[in-house]
């Protein structure tokens, strides 16, 4: 007999009228007021989906998995669990994190990495044992590539040598991105980025230019916000066929200036493949905000600007494995050849899960399985009963791990997600309407499906 899910979730808003979410299939639901009655009567009383004439309904709310037969939430479960581990222990193709060095040309003081002044960068002999450990692992299947740091530019010959190296030997190598301050991203690198198969970088600012400059100087406390802005001017009027992604670190301290900054800068680079954001800046003081915090923070720049937040305003079901920290054949690899599963880890001995320069290469099986399976939710009893759990997986292994936060936001900010996700919804919606474009009515059945059929961001 059919029954409601335990994973669904019943809404009545002002703001946004009726809404029904599944997170076991994570889907949401737009319901006129008949339906969400009938919706609400066959939460407390099962059997009366018998009764109920309208069965395109019944089979819509069948099809979301919103109402399962008996067993039905374990068996999903189960299978959700189960492709996760085909994800992640059958991966196919490699991941890597490379940190040609550690060292870095600025003094941020909140950076979480301690190892800004060790000058180390790759050896030939690591480069060779590097590129032996990337044949082994990747064998005829693809390769992905994240040029990291401290700041990857200053061993931008490293980089090159690398990549190039991966190219003449035949190696699947597709794509790589790059994680980069952008201060020594000058004309000639920029021009190099095609050939290196970079399609992707990523350029840290923390506000307008009298914010940035008293936060992210060089280490004799020179500012560099118009040099970073004129390399990604550069960058942008290069040959240079990939995309920019510019990150900007907040905190409480520079959260006015998010919204200015990100105004000019698209208004800048108009036409171009660049996207500005925001990122938590993550560390111990007073200043840094929490998890609640922050989505506060996120959903308020939609309420007051219309700003989407990627993957802040609607669940990401990630529940085939949201980290490479969780993959069995990603990495990271830093300038003396030791291995992690977390690029914050970087640094950190303790952390290392081996060394491309050690026989064996790999040696450390308890912590890379405490970064798979100790950071499984669908491990944990408390996990597993609770009504989110196909959704949680987005939340940081690392913090799993840690013991500092082990679920989501959204558990917490549900409604006010959904209610921003149903403007966002409607706002398109209008759109539509007003490009004469054709679009499915709420009155024209009672109910709708707004996700995962809403537009994309």
Not at 176 to 188: C, E, H, R
Not at 322 to 351: M, T
Not at 365 to 387: H, P
Request: glycine share 6%; hydrophobic share 30%.
């Amino acid at each position: 007999m059919l029954r409601w899910s335990r994973y669904n979730t019943l809404i009545r808003s002002e703001r946004s009228g009726n809404l029904l979410y599944s997170s076991i299939s994570n889907s949401l639901l737009e319901l006129d007021e008949q339906h969400y009655l009938k919706a609400r009567l066959l939460e407390e009383q099962p059997e009366a989906f018998r009764a109920e004439k309208d069965r395109a309904f019944i089979d819509t709310l069948s099809k979301q998995h919103i109402l399962v037969d008996e067993g039905e939430d374990e068996s999903l479960i189960m299978r959700k669990q189960y492709n996760r581990y085909c994800d992640c222990y059958g991966q196919k193709g490699l991941s890597l994190t490379i940190c040609p060095t550690l060292a870095c040309n600025f003094n941020c003081p909140y950076c979480f990495e301690q190892t800004p002044r060790d000058t180390t960068s790759m050896s030939e002999k690591t480069v060779e044992n590097l590129l032996a450990f990337i044949r082994e692992q990747a064998g005829s299947e693809k390769i992905h590539v994240d040029w990291y740091g401290g700041e990857p530019t200053l061993a931008f010959d490293t980089i090159i040598d690398i990549s190039e190296r991966m190219l003449s030997e035949g190696l699947d190598f597709k794509n790589a991105q790059m994680t980069t301050n952008g201060y020594l991203l000058d004309k000639a690198k920029s021009e190099r980025l095609n050939d290196l198969k970079i399609d992707s970088v990523q350029i840290t600012l923390d506000g307008t230019k009298d914010i940035h400059d008293s936060r992210r100087t060089l280490p004799g406390g020179e500012p560099t916000f118009q040099r970073i802005l004129d390399n990604i001017d550069s960058l942008m009027h290069s040959s240079y066929r990939g995309k920019c992604d510019i990150r900007v670190n907040i905190d409480k301290t520079n959260r006015s200036g998010f919204v200015t900054l990100r105004e000019t800068l698209l208004k800048r680079y108009k036409g171009k493949k660049v996207a500005v954001y925001p990122a938590r800046v993550k560390h111990e003081e007073r200043t840094a905000f929490d998890s609640d915090e922050w989505a506060e923070y996120c959903m308020d720049l939609y309420d007051r600007h219309g700003i989407i937040t990627k993957h802040m305003l609607y669940p990401k079901s990630n529940d085939r494995g949201s980290c490479i920290a969780q993959f069995s054949n990603s990495f990271v690899a830093g300038p003396s050849g030791e291995l992690y599963k977390c690029w914050e880890d970087v640094g950190i001995k303790h952390r290392t899960i081996g060394n491309v320069n050690a026989s064996p290469t790999l040696s450390n099986d308890e912590l890379t399985a405490l970064y798979s399976v100790g950071t499984d939710q669908y491990a944990r009893n408390e996990c597993r009963e609770c009504f989110f759990l196909p959704i949680c997986g987005n939340a940081c292994p690392k913090k799993r791990l840690e013991h500092t936060e082990t679920c989501t936001h959204f558990k917490r900010h549900l409604q006010r997600s959904l209610e921003i996700i149903h403007d966002v919804f409607t706002t398109a919606e209008t759109g539509k309407l007003l490009l004469d474009m054709p679009f499915t009515a709420l009155a024209a059945k009672g109910y709708r499906i707004i996700y995962p059929a809403m537009p994309e961001e």
